[in-house]
């Protein structure tokens, strides 16, 4: 027998206001990247005409976009950008994987004495000049690895991964023992393909990290070929000349002043993240539900 729920007026009462305050919420996340893209492809005289604030533009342009890709800066910073993205991530994934599979085996020698060390990492950091003289020391300033080696490992993302794996039945890695894998091939062979969720997660993490990393490239380099884009951008907002050097005549000065370009980069910088991350939507929830809930 089955039995029917029928709303109450104060339930669709309820629920209108709870879907008005979702809507209002999107539209307010949205909206800031709506108008980026806008401006960045709107005609600088129309902006103008409008008071600064266009809406829906009459007339589009790519002079912004045209502009920074024929300069060297950009696509520059842009490849910089990609390069640590895909190699940072790489190693990040590595290495946690590898740390986290030997911290979910309880009989590991001195387990919980790495576990508190990790944890006592969470709440307590050495402080940026520290952080600096141990980069320096290890002779990697100047160096795109300056980016990726001082945060290899991440203590959060650790223990996410390691409780994933101490959740995994026991018996999948007796019978891939039983059958003569080793510990390296059990690591690869069975728990990996059922930890996609995990994994999936954390390397949206690291590649987003990565990505938008700009504070560790003003520390740590002074060549300005070194510089990812992020970088570039904020030394854009802070001086607009350096938004002017891109424009390479007078007349695209005119037509196009440091706002338009600076939306124009702050388009390219943002587009690729929101293009990976439908594809990895479906591991991004589970993943995370799984990885800190369970254990």
């Not at 919420?25 to 600064?52: D, K």
């Not at 690869?188 to 990565?210: E, K, N, Q, W, Y």
């Amino acid at each position: 027998m089955t039995y029917i729920l029928k709303k109450t007026p104060s339930d669709h009462i309820f629920n209108s206001f709870l879907y008005t305050i979702l809507a209002l919420f999107c539209l307010a996340t949205l909206f800031p990247l709506y108008f980026v893209f806008i401006m960045s492809i709107t005609p600088f005289t129309e902006v103008l005409q409008n008071g600064g604030f266009v809406l829906i533009p009459k007339h589009l342009t790519l002079e912004a976009f045209r502009t920074i890709f024929s300069s060297q800066t950009v696509p520059r910073a842009l490849g910089v950008t990609v390069y640590i993205t895909v190699v940072g991530t790489i190693l990040n994934l590595a290495v946690t994987t590898a740390l986290a599979y030997s911290l979910s085996k309880k009989y590991l020698p001195g387990r919980s004495a790495m576990l508190l060390a990790i944890v006592f990492t969470m709440m307590f950091s050495g402080g940026i000049i520290p952080s600096y003289m141990l980069v320096k020391g290890l002779g990697l300033i100047n160096t795109l690895w300056a980016l990726m080696i001082p945060g290899l490992v991440s203590s959060f993302n650790l223990l996410i991964m390691k409780t994933y794996f101490e959740d995994l039945p026991a018996e999948l890695e007796d019978a891939a023992k039983i059958d003569g894998c080793g510990d390296v091939s059990t690591l690869l062979r069975i728990v990996l393909p059922l930890s996609m969720p995990i994994v999936a997660t954390l390397a949206l993490f690291f590649a987003v990290g990565h990505w938008n990393t700009y504070f560790s490239g003003i520390m740590y380099l002074h060549e300005r070929t070194l510089y990812p884009l992020q970088v570039v951008l904020r030394n854009m907002i802070v001086s607009p000349a350096v938004s002017q050097e891109l424009a390479v005549s007078q007349s695209q000065m005119e037509s196009l002043p440091p706002e338009t370009i600076k939306m124009a980069v702050v388009v390219v910088a943002t587009v690729p993240v929101l293009i990976v991350y439908p594809f990895l939507q479906k591991y991004f929830m589970k993943g995370v539900l799984l990885g800190s809930i369970k254990g």
